[in-house]
């Protein structure tokens, strides 16, 4: 298992073909209280810096980008009705969607 960081503080940690994408602590404190998280649909396909989700919180909304290209596989239900959790475990609990490489070579590169 791998994680990767981008530069805009969205994570992706990367097992076999599949990774789990978020954002970083840092990022979850710099905005603060999530109340909202619109998460991508099942079989979206996404190439590397597309939006793929929006975080909204006390402060601001923020867009989350795809680290890397590949599709949706899964998403993050329990944050529909607990945003907070990103605030509480953004790299565990708090993980956003999940998404099938479609370039595995493309990480090793940069996430970002």
Do not use: C
């Amino acid at each position: 298992m791998t994680t990767k960081y981008t530069t805009d503080h969205e994570y992706i940690r990367i097992e076999g073909a599949t990774g789990t994408v978020g954002i970083t602590l840092f990022a979850q404190e710099q905005l603060g209280d999530i109340v909202f998280v619109e998460l991508p649909g099942i079989g979206k396909v996404l190439n590397k810096g597309d939006e793929a989700a929006v975080v909204e919180s006390v402060k601001a909304a923020s867009e989350i980008y795809a680290p890397v290209s590949g599709t949706v596989t899964e998403i993050n239900t329990a944050l529909n009705s607990e945003p907070g959790l990103v605030n509480q475990d953004p790299h565990s609990a708090g993980w956003m969607f999940k998404i099938q490489l479609s370039n595995p070579s493309e990480p090793r590169r940069s996430a970002g």
